[in-house]
């Protein structure tokens, strides 16, 4: 098990600097290969969005401190995350953009800063779009995920997700390559080995 650790920017709410300061006061003396889920979160509601900014730069901070990669939670916010990876950028800053559904510009300014692409169930949707986004961006910089128990890949859409199914997925980036599913898992398994330092 490769144990993460991070503010989730939808729990960012009053009092959550507190809650912050016992998950940084928990990564001394543990061994964590990333900082994450962190970023920000407008889909359910917008009232912290400045919480959220403060909470995503004190973490990026930490990853930086702690030499660490992050793992980043974006949703209804490419472009507010986008401006705090900008102004946080240098050689430290590494990561994963988690369950990417952005379009082929967002995925370029996302690889361009060195961050990878964390690929899940949507690329088997029918209409999810990163079948057309994806061909334009090389496959050394995604990784394959779950999201478990959500985001579940065709065929089991509608169940709970599980880490087994993460054979459709590597199918499907593998049709959309037009390479076979083996490649497909090693380049992804050496991309997710080289970011987590595994």
């Not at 889909?43 to 400045?50: A, G, M």
């Not at 090389?138 to 995920?145: A, F, K, S």
């Amino acid at each position: 098990c490769f144990a993460m650790l991070g503010l989730h920017p939808c729990n960012v709410k009053p009092g959550w600097e507190q809650e912050l300061a016992q998950i940084m006061e928990n990564t001394a003396g543990r061994k964590i290969y990333a900082i994450g889920e962190i970023g920000i979160d407008l889909y359910w509601d917008k009232t912290y969005l400045n919480g959220q900014i403060a909470a995503f730069k004190q973490q990026i901070a930490l990853a930086k401190q702690l030499d660490l990669p992050i793992v980043i939670h974006s949703r209804d916010s490419f472009d507010e995350v986008y401006a705090v990876l900008e102004e946080e950028a240098d050689d430290k800053l590494r990561g994963i953009f988690h369950c990417f559904t952005g379009t082929a510009e967002q995925a370029k300014k996302v690889t361009d800063l060195g961050f990878y692409l964390g690929i899940g169930g949507v690329v088997t949707y029918k209409n999810g779009g990163l079948d057309k986004v994806l061909p334009q961006i090389d496959i050394q910089h995604i990784v394959l995920e779950t999201d478990s128990p959500y985001l579940t890949p065709t065929p089991h859409r509608g169940k709970p997700n599980e880490s087994a199914y993460l054979i459709y997925i590597a199918e499907k980036v593998a049709e959309v390559y037009g390479i076979e599913v083996e490649a497909v898992a090693d380049i992804t398994t050496k991309n997710s080995k080289t970011i987590f330092g595994v």
